[in-house]
């Protein structure tokens, strides 16, 4: 089994669409999708970003870090939100992002995230982290 | 894999379990899925993936599942009705869902039937639930793919013969029923989680599907505490599958397992699953206990720092609920542990005594170990040694041997 990212990314176009639809069957459609992966049994986690334009943007070009509010000038996708599924297969993984409810003109990219298991575990800072792991719990 | 097989194995239960009931007939329905998936491996490539893909399976299956019964209605009167009924090329409502949870539980609870053989019901949910090919059964059992086949065509054959309702089983018999199924899933785990060199990945994907289908069933039977106790027990083992193994893929014991290693996200899912188990409040049953002590494992930094008093006490609610020789060796296990040696070995003495755990090498390992800390080495040399004449895994016999040794 592998961890992959379904990564959502909108445009102003999508984000606009997105603005026009009801709360409720937003929340209908995703949570249906949503109950999908739970009976499947693949969810492990999943979260959706605030409003793009509540967020900035910080700039490495130059010399020092350059913020600028968002949304985001040149770029014209917008990362909307995450899933996070425990899949044996790329294929399926592909398979989940094909069923994510998207609005036309969206995108999802689908990334595996590699395990811890696969850093050199004799790297002081990968134990590390592991100890920080064990101590929360996190993922 | 191709696109192909993802949608299968992710869909294979609601397409088999929505045509079953739509056929009234498990091997008919199994048939016409098949015959599906095999139409779409030409003619996807050939005119493109469909829009909806499952639609499109579905509607195929119904295609042929009405072809089937037009060449039966000339034998059958019943099938008549069947093959009337028109090929618009939908699905024909099949695809309810308002059903679809029903077809997938009454499926599992089908193929875990008990008028099948244990193998039998393991092969067909693996098959019919999982959606795994006869060829993948096959690997992960290590047994010839005809086996498999025939015990799964068999398998359809004696439900058909025995007359098995396509149905979730009445509220009276449904945890009886329940438990065939959850053994079915811990067999499943049980044979995809035991350490085989060589193999190991295969097999841990094995183990992982039973996660799967345990998840799958827990979100169908959210009241049911022995499903969550099930789930709990497979999430915490499965935690310590990184660990399990050294780099040459020898097998390492939980003594000497780099805990570090161990897959905390999994500890913590097993463990909100032991949670939901409990929260029921009608007990622990005997998956819910072992969760219980593997959470316990989990919790410990190391096998000193391990809560044993507590394992002691699960140990006994499992000898009352699931009583057996294995539990009562781990018992004596944990209670020499928490402090007692000389207790434990008492306990074990009972064992063979009454001789419950025949020709294992299970039971002269643990009395070498428990002898070994009572300081009487020159028996616990003889009991460490026996034991790896009785043990069958080669790699285990060699670490009774380097401990028998090291007695010397």
Known sequence: MAKYMLIMRNTDETQAKMADTPFDEMLETVGRFNEELIKAGVLVAAEGLDDASQGVVVDYSGETPVITDGPYGETKELFGGFYLIDVPTKEEAIEWAKRLPAFPGAKCEVRRVPGIDEFPQDNEWIRKERAWREQTGQL | ?408
């Open chain 2, 1 to 408: 894999m191709s696109s192909l097989e993802a949608i299968w194995r992710i869909e294979s239960a609601r397409i088999v379990g929505a045509l079953t009931r739509y056929t009234g007939d498990l091997e008919l329905a199994e048939d016409v899925a098949q015959e599906a998936v095999a139409e779409a491996l030409v003619s996807w490539p050939r005119d493109g993936e469909p829009a909806n893909p499952v639609g499109w399976l579905l509607a195929t299956a119904r295609r042929r599942a009405i072809d089937a019964f037009r060449r039966r209605a000339a034998r059958d009167e019943k099938y008549a009705l069947l093959a009337v009924e028109d090929t618009d090329g939908s699905d024909g409502h099949l695809w309810d869902p308002d059903r679809i949870d029903d077809d997938v539980l009454a499926l599992m609870f089908v193929a875990c039937h008990p008028v099948l053989s244990p193998e039998a019901r393991v092969a067909l949910t693996l098959r019919t639930v999982g959606g795994l090919s006869t060829e993948e059964i096959a690997r992960a059992f290590l047994v010839p793919v005809p086996t498999v086949q025939a015990r799964i065509t068999r398998a359809k054959k004696t439900i058909a013969a025995a007359r098995v309702p396509f149905e979730v089983p009445p509220v009276a018999e449904r945890r009886e029923r329940l438990g065939g199924v959850l053994s079915v899933l811990y067999v499943i785990f049980t044979e995809g989680s035991t350490a085989t060199a060589g193999d190991s990945l295969l097999r841990q994907d094995l183990a992982y599907e039973a996660v799967r289908l345990t998840r799958t069933l827990a979100a169908l039977l959210p009241g049911e505490p022995e499903v969550f106790g099930l789930l709990a027990l497979c999430e915490l083992t499965a935690s310590r599958f990184p660990a399990r193994t050294g780099p040459d893929g020898e097998a390492i014991l939980l003594e000497q397992q780099d805990r570090r290693r161990w897959d905390r996200s999994a500890i913590r899912r097993g463990r909100a699953a032991l949670g939901q188990a409990a929260a029921a409040g009608r007990g622990l049953g005997p998956y819910g206990l072992q969760a219980a002590i593997a959470a316990c494992h989990a919790a410990a930094d190391s096998v000193a720092a391990t809560d044993w008093e507590r394992v002691v006490l699960l140990y006994e609610a499992l000898g009352r609920v699931a009583p057996s020789p294995v539990v009562e060796l781990n018992r004596a296990v944990a209670v020499a542990m928490a402090g007692s040696p000389a207790e434990g070995l008492l306990m074990v003495d009972e064992l063979v005594a009454t001789d419950r755990l025949p020709g294992s090498h299970l039971v002269p390992s643990v009395r070498g170990e428990l002898l070994t800390r009572l300081g009487r080495t020159a028996e616990a040399r003889a009991e460490l040694e026996l034991a790896a004449r009785l043990c069958a895994n080669a790699r285990e016999r060699a670490v009774l041997l380097d401990k028998a040794r090291a007695l010397n």
